[in-house]
């Protein structure tokens, strides 16, 4: 009787790491479908063979016919010691070189590389040279202001996909790109803190008002507008919000709704760390959070053991228009190898009604097959 429950172990074991093996089952398919998959929060380091990263998605990865991350964690090198700080005013250790074999091995299309922890800017130029030996084309980052705010433009089956980047959160030095300096594309915000309507209750958090930098978001609408017009498809993504947090901050729609009417097609984000809403505005997605895909960082407490959620986004394109979105959850398990999960059982499940909770006033989402589908496309 053991051996026949060991058996059966064996075989369910063999057969979802077949299952993981194989391409997901995605609902759009065929010859006119130019499939894009995108990925949140991304940093890979100290793996003993970066290339594996990836191994049980790799077969959904390379099915696609274009693969786009935001990179956050610079392949800039790092101190032996793990008391030596990479970033001054952060807890944070930048990846080693021969890590970008994680991308490569993938068949990483682009990277974004405009967040928070692409600091200082001798941490960025390092890394971009990483990337470009290793041959993977980035946005959000360059040697001066006209350098970070190119974008990356792709072609496929007779498709332009043009694909920019920028970070809201941005430390005040050494960081944001200038005319004469390295750095990385800002979209810079203004914060101001506002007194409570009702002074007589002690204790009470400021209203917190937020609004975008004139200068900074004309200079980020005439990118979109100029990459516009070269391209048939335009994806825009930001790392902003608050670490954490399920809410987006005013700023946030703010600055996806004018990109979109400036021309961009989609627009999602990172940083939060976690799941937010999604919503449509003018027919085009806003994802605000896509949460992590695979994020190694080593300090802080092991992030990676308390934010594992992801979401695979899969933007399907058809006669250059968009024929739909749709998600698959995805879980950094214990061996700190990422997989996908059926929203329908299970982790995906669970994982499927964690986006739900945080989705109120968002687009509707919907179970179709092993995917979740934004409706109203």
């Keep these: 009787m053991r051996f026949l429950y060991s058996a059966l172990i064996v075989f369910f074991l063999i057969n979802n790491i077949s299952a993981q093996s194989d391409p997901w089952p995605w609902k759009d398919q065929g010859d006119n479908i130019t499939s894009i998959l995108i990925m949140g929060d991304t940093n890979i380091q100290q ?5 594996t990263v990836y191994k049980y998605v790799m077969s959904t990865l390379k099915a696609a016919d274009l693969r786009l991350l935001n990179l956050e964690g610079p392949f800039a090198g790092s101190s032996a010691d793990p008391l030596i700080k990479d970033i001054p ?3 944070w250790k930048h990846s080693e070189p021969d890590q970008v074999q994680g991308l490569v091995a993938a068949g990483i299309d682009a990277v974004g590389v405009a967040n928070n922890v692409t600091y200082p800017w001798q941490a960025l130029m390092r890394s971009l040279a990483v990337l470009e030996k290793a041959g993977i084309p980035y946005t959000g980052g360059g040697e001066n202001l006209k350098a970070a705010h190119q974008p990356v433009i792709l072609e496929k089956k007779g498709l332009r996909v043009g ?3 920028y970070a809201a959160t941005v430390f005040p030095y050494n960081h944001a790109a200038t005319e004469n300096r390295p750095g990385v594309a800002q979209i810079k915000v203004h914060t101001a803190y506002q007194p409570p309507p009702n002074l007589d209750k002690p204790g009470q958090p400021p209203i917190v008002i937020t609004w975008l930098d004139e200068k900074s978001k004309a200079l980020m609408l005439e990118d979109i507008r100029q990459l516009k017009r070269k391209c048939d498809f335009v994806i825009v993504s930001y790392h902003w919000g608050v670490s954490g947090t399920k809410e987006p901050v005013s700023y946030q729609t703010d600055i996806a709704r004018a990109v979109i ?3 961009a097609d989609l627009v999602f984000g990172h940083g939060p760390h ?3 809403k999604i919503e449509l505005y003018k027919g085009k997605p806003i994802l605000y959070s896509l949460a992590q895909f695979v994020f190694d960082d080593p300090t802080e407490g ?3 053991k308390r934010n594992r959620e992801g979401l695979l986004v899969r933007v399907s394109i058809e006669n250059k228009k968009m024929k739909g979105v749709s998600l698959v959850p995805s879980w950094l398990g214990d061996d700190k190898q990422v997989r996908l999960h059926d ?3 299970g982790k995906g499940r669970e994982l499927f009604g964690y986006l739900q909770s945080v989705n109120e006033n968002g ?3 919907k179970l179709e097959a092993k995917e979740i589908v934004i409706k109203g496309l």
């Design 47 to 51: 793996r003993e063979d970066p290339a």
């Design 89 to 91: 005013h952060k807890i």
């Design 163 to 165: 694909f920019m980047q």
């Design 261 to 263: 009417d400036a021309g």
């Design 274 to 276: 976690r799941y937010q």
């Design 302 to 304: 092991y992030r990676w």
């Design 343 to 345: 929203p329908n059982e």
């Design 363 to 365: 687009v509707e989402l």
